[in-house]
């Protein structure tokens, strides 16, 4: 895969969340080159502000979620929701292989609630379902609208408030701004 050096270096200037894993996964660098940069995350970044919330024994505050049945409900639904995605190739009919709607193939900023194939791959690639050769279709998806920069386009930006000020990669890369910066 060949990516622009900008598009890395803008990368890796991010939170260690987001930097172990193009250490990992863009460059190939050893493991314990991106394991240590991995660990930083109870030390800075998301990974930390998360561990905050942590108590003091080690638990988490109670509520229905950290239940043990709870967790295996959520196990088993998140199972049924890998596969629904899977036969569906994250965004075509089973049955027909029609597009199920064109916005889910859109690159939106921000993307809210809504779904779209880039979104069911980041979430494919958390699982062990990520070599699934149902992904395939999606990820040639993704490649085709890859510009010759080695980026890609928002597509769409989706109207309402932004509480960040923070800018998607994919308006760095095609040089506009998105919502509230007037698309």
């Given at each position: 895969?060949?990516i622009?050096?900008n598009?890395l270096?803008w990368?890796?200037?991010?939170?260690?969340?987001?930097r172990?894993?193009?250490?990992r996964?863009?460059?190939?660098?050893?493991?314990?080159?991106w394991?240590?940069?991995?660990?930083?995350?109870?030390e800075?970044?998301?990974?930390?502000?998360?561990?905050?919330?942590?108590?003091?024994?080690?638990?988490?505050?109670?509520?229905?979620?950290?239940?043990?049945?709870?967790?295996l409900?959520?196990e088993?639904?998140?199972?049924?929701?890998?596969e629904?995605m899977?036969?569906?190739?994250?965004?075509?009919s089973?049955?027909?292989?029609?597009v199920?709607?064109?916005?889910?193939t859109?690159?939106t900023?921000?993307?809210?609630?809504?779904?779209?194939?880039?979104?069911g791959?980041?979430?494919?690639c958390?699982?062990?379902?990520v070599?699934d050769?149902?992904l395939?279709?999606?990820v040639?998806?993704?490649?085709?609208?890859?510009?010759p920069n080695?980026?890609?386009?928002?597509?769409?930006?989706?109207?309402?408030?932004?509480?960040?000020?923070w800018r998607?990669?994919?308006?760095?890369?095609?040089?506009?701004?998105c919502?509230?910066?007037g698309?």
């Open positions: 895969m060949n622009d050096p598009v270096d990368l890796l200037e991010g939170d260690p969340a987001i172990w894993q193009v250490m996964d863009l460059l190939g660098q050893p493991e314990a080159v394991r240590s940069e991995q660990d930083r995350l109870v800075s970044g998301w990974g930390a502000e998360y561990l905050r919330h942590q108590l003091p024994d080690g638990s988490w505050p109670k509520g229905r979620c950290t239940d043990t049945i709870w967790i409900l959520l088993a639904a998140e199972a049924r929701a890998l629904f899977l036969a569906h190739r994250l965004y075509k089973d049955k027909t292989g029609a199920i709607h064109e916005s889910m859109q690159f900023f921000p993307a809210y609630w809504h779904y779209t194939v880039l979104r791959l980041d979430y494919m958390t699982t062990p379902q070599g050769p149902r395939e279709d999606a040639n998806l993704i490649e085709s609208r890859r510009k080695g980026r890609w386009p928002v597509e769409k930006c989706t109207p309402g408030n932004t509480f960040s000020t998607s990669p994919a308006a760095i890369a095609d040089g506009t701004r919502a509230p910066y698309c």
